[in-house]
């Protein structure tokens, strides 16, 4: 069975970072493209990054240059380093690993950035 838990998410002032984490279970972690996506309120989910099995990344240009995106293959986890936050970065964010054409999803931290 396959788990991807979140974590890092929280309140934090504009300009400030935050070290999002994804822990994962039950798929094969070296062969899995990994991504964080987030959800704003009201609007559609979209995706903040991308990590490909073979170590590629992919940003989107709203978050370029401030979030990073890494994993550690002995802990199974993915993080997200998001620097120089702003008030419009604020949303629920999303782990994804896709393997072999299926997808997975955790349940979301939500990310505040607010004065």
């Known amino acids: 069975q396959v788990h991807l838990v979140e974590s890092g998410g929280g309140l934090v002032q504009p300009g400030g970072s935050l070290r999002l984490s994804c822990a994962t279970s039950?798929?094969?972690?070296?062969?899995?493209?990994m991504g964080w996506y987030r959800q704003a309120p009201g609007k559609r989910r979209e995706v903040a990054a991308l990590?490909?099995?073979?170590?590629?990344?992919s940003y989107p240009d709203s978050v370029k240059g401030r979030f990073t995106i890494s994993r550690d293959n002995a802990e199974r986890t993915v993080y997200l380093q998001m620097n120089n936050l702003k008030p419009e970065d604020t949303a629920v964010y999303f782990c994804?690993?896709?393997?072999?054409?299926?997808?997975?999803w955790g349940q979301g931290t939500q990310v505040t950035i607010s004065s």
């Open positions: 994804k690993a896709t393997q072999l054409s299926n997808d997975y």
């Open positions: 990590l490909f099995r073979a170590g590629g990344t």
């Open positions: 039950g798929i094969d972690f070296r062969i899995s493209t």
